[in-house]
């Protein structure tokens, strides 16, 4: 069969059946002349844009309603806010220049569109919410950390039992990351996570606190203990290395603070004395090769 018998076939058709094909086409199409005022509109054109054909009908971009002038434009989306006959709506505008340089514009409704994407980033943002486990470490988020303090404040409370926490902050991580490339970043955060990890006993907690902080949750342990876990983190950090250094070196400048419960305390308040020990804390520098 020939290639070109379809495109052939087209010749058969009258002007009456051409202009139905345009007039039905399940999208809005829009004809601009040359001058650019809108000489002819098809029948779904007013269903899906939502503004009837007298309003654009040898109108121009200035001379039609304001939020539809984008209608002129290619590659164009278009926002119309929730009105009472109407939920909020996009739509998204394409442009074909014809031989006599007028332009078909093409409409098409991309609410349904705009509506799932919404939802899918909505649902992505609570299965984040929801996930307990920080994406590059493997060890515990914000979320997570919290989550295993609660009770065992709550336990702390009502047993009077002994609870530390200790914050480990990584003071010039964003120079790091600028300097070496947020892979390399990645490797740094991921040994950290382990020299934390061989410090743990069974009832430890350890997480990422944020960005560049991690935390560690000592149930049964007093503040002076705490303390001296930080000084063998610390000893640890010196013995750092990640791969394919090539016998470079990065600075590294930590800080920790800590604090033990005390009687009445809620986890608010203990995370605030613990953030103010770190502000206090001093500063260590280490050479990781």
Not at 208 to 235: C, H, V, W, Y
Not at 255 to 269: H, I, P, S, T, Y
Request: aromatic share 6%; net charge negative; charged share 25%.
């Amino acid at each position: 069969m020939d290639k070109n018998q379809g495109y052939l076939q087209m010749d058969q058709f009258d002007k009456a059946q051409l202009l139905n094909i345009l007039q039905t086409n399940p999208m809005g199409m829009m004809l601009i002349s040359p001058q650019g005022e809108v000489v002819w509109v098809n029948d779904n054109f007013p269903v899906i844009s939502g503004i009837s054909s007298l309003q654009v009908l040898g109108k121009n971009e200035d001379t039609i309603p304001s939020e539809y002038r984008n209608l002129f434009e290619d590659e164009a989306t278009i926002y119309l806010a929730a009105t009472e006959n109407r939920a909020d709506t996009w739509l998204v505008v394409s442009s074909q220049t014809m031989a006599d340089g007028s332009h078909l514009q093409y409409v098409k409704d991309a609410t349904l569109v705009r509506q799932l994407a919404k939802e899918r980033d909505e649902l992505k943002l609570k299965i984040t919410e929801l996930n307990q486990v920080d994406n590059v470490t493997g060890l515990l988020n914000p979320r997570g950390l919290f989550q295993a303090l609660e009770p065992q404040v709550s336990r702390s409370r009502r047993y009077e039992n002994m609870l530390s926490v200790l914050i480990m902050r990584l003071e010039n991580l964003p120079d790091i990351q600028q300097r070496v490339g947020s892979d390399k970043r990645d490797q740094l955060l991921i040994a950290i996570g382990h020299i934390l990890n061989d410090q743990m006993r069974w009832a430890d907690t350890i997480g990422r606190l944020s960005d560049n902080e991690f935390m560690l949750i000592l149930p049964e342990t007093p503040e002076d203990i705490a303390g001296q876990l930080a000084e063998k983190i610390g000893a640890r950090l010196e013995e750092l290395s990640l791969p394919d250094m090539n016998g470079e070196q990065l600075d590294l400048y930590t800080r920790f603070g800590m604090a033990q419960w005390k009687k009445g305390e809620d986890v608010k308040l203990l995370m605030q004395r613990a953030r103010a020990s770190l502000d206090q804390g001093n500063e260590i520098h280490v050479k990781v090769a």
